[in-house]
T-cell receptor, first 114, second 110 residues
């Protein structure tokens, strides 16, 4: 099993450009999450999904959109990138989303917006 | 508003000694806590957890202590090894979301 994979690993954008980050998991997990990690801020939840076709906002959703058309994939979109979105983005999944479930994280995507 | 806080950004410990990483929380509804470990250029990985019905959970060299009245938990690593050098996050779930602390970077000096 590959676990949780993220594509791409690195990306540099100019302000105003758009892009999509792809997260894929092969563990048949129901719940998937997108986080961003910034210095001194820890991991902050952007959006999450409790199942195929569903999405919900997390702590810092502004400027991002998500889609979960297939159970194994969770896409994070930036329609018009801003320098404030420079960050490391992590995707995670859990079997059922219960609080006691362990989250499995991908390796991260480092995004720089110039 | 940071619901889970780690007030020490970094910690250095000699190999073989004890490492103590601290975490405070503000939400009294939290009833489960997790610690994650993160190496550079990798995603966090689960380390150990504790339920609020316990005040201690042990797994090998790692022990987590929970003090509910103080809303404080700590992770003890004994003995510390160079391979333990990483960033450690505490986290607490509520509803469908997880709240993470800002992390403590541990360096174990050989």
């Amino acid at each position: 099993n590959a676990g949780v994979t993220q594509t791409p690993k690195f990306r540099v954008l100019k302000t105003g450009q758009s892009m999509t980050l792809l997260c894929a998991q092969d563990m048949n997990h129901e719940y998937m999450y997108w986080y961003r990690q910034d210095p001194g801020m820890g991991l902050r939840l952007i959006h999450y999904s409790v199942g195929e076709g569903t999405t919900a906002k997390g702590e810092v959703p502004d400027g991002y959109n998500v889609s979960r058309l297939k159970k194994q994939n969770f896409l994070l979109g930036l329609e018009s990138a801003a320098p404030s979105q420079t960050s490391v983005y992590f995707c995670a999944s859990t079997p059922r989303g219960r609080g006691t479930d362990t989250q499995y994280f991908g390796p991260g995507t480092r995004l720089t917006v110039l | 508003d940071q619901q889970v806080k780690q007030n020490s950004p970094s910690l250095s410990v000699q190999e073989g000694r004890i490492s103590i990483l601290n975490c405070d929380y503000t939400n009294s509804m939290f009833d489960y806590f997790l610690w994650y470990k993160k190496y550079p250029a990798e995603g966090p990985t689960f380390l150990i957890s504790i339920s609020s019905i316990k005040d201690k959970n042990e797994d090998g060299r790692f022990t987590v202590f929970l003090n509910k009245s103080a809303k404080h938990l700590s992770l003890h690593i004994v003995p510390s090894q160079p391979g333990d050098s990483a960033v450690y996050f505490c986290a607490a779930p509520t509803g469908n979301q997880f709240y993470f602390g800002t992390g403590t970077s541990l360096t174990v000096i050989p």
